[in-house]
């Protein structure tokens, strides 16, 4: 019995340092804003740009600015947790998950203007590249988050091939490329942390 017992705490003991592993820095609420804003974009994207094909700037002025409102609100909840956690291992997972992340947005960042100012004939796969950067940039970050994130990871993917297989022709920079990937695969982001992290939490955590 003592020994069933003893093992039985170190299985406790384990799945303890497991949980305390994971980055809780990403916020349900602050990544379903993003999902929010994501389709509100596509909803006023024909009003703003009725040609994104031949305007390419005034499309990348609405969905860049929603990216960069978006990344601004989520890099804001992070900095505040780790400064309020002080140093120690939060504080030292908010940089490890920058910096797993961080790469697919400078990528992603260089690609929009490589294509916008010597390549815009191939302004269409813009939607399909950042779709499946974000899938990388998700997988790398999936090893600090809970593994349904790899789901997430694999639904910005599918997205990222679906946009360039039928993002072409009449379909080129849709509005709901950008929705539907983005939009919705922020808000299936949302409810998996929400599911995973923060429907039996009794207070806010600290990381």
């Known amino acids: 019995m003592q020994l069933d017992e ?16 994971i980055f809780r820095g990403y916020r349900s609420i602050t990544v379903a804003f993003s999902g929010v804003a994501g389709l509100a974009a ?25 990216a960069l409102i978006c990344m601004g609100f989520s890099g804001s909840e992070i900095a505040w947790r780790a400064f309020r956690a002080g140093p120690g291992l939060a504080r030292q997972h908010s940089m490890l998950a920058v910096e797993q992340f961080l790469p697919s947005i400078v990528v992603g ?26 899938g990388l940039g998700n997988f790398a970050s999936s090893r600090l988050l809970p593994r349904q ?27 709901w490329l950008m929705g539907m990937s983005f939009g919705c695969g922020h808000l299936f982001c949302a409810a998996i942390l929400y599911w995973t992290l923060e429907r039996f939490d009794d207070s806010p955590q600290t990381e």
């Open 109 to 134: 960042a260089l690609l929009t203007w490589c294509v916008y100012f010597k390549a815009p004939q191939i302004a269409w796969t813009l939607p399909g590249l950042w779709s499946l950067l974000f």
């Open 42 to 66: 596509a909803v006023i994207q024909p009003y703003w740009v009725s040609d994104p094909v031949n305007d390419l700037g005034r499309y990348l002025a609405l969905w860049l600015t929603v």
């Open 6 to 21: 003893a093992l039985r705490q170190i299985s406790d003991i384990r799945q303890q340092m497991a949980q305390s592993q």
């Open 149 to 175: 994130i790899t789901w997430v990871a694999s639904y910005y993917v599918l997205c990222g091939c679906g946009c360039l297989i039928w993002g072409q022709g009449e379909h080129a920079l849709s509005p």
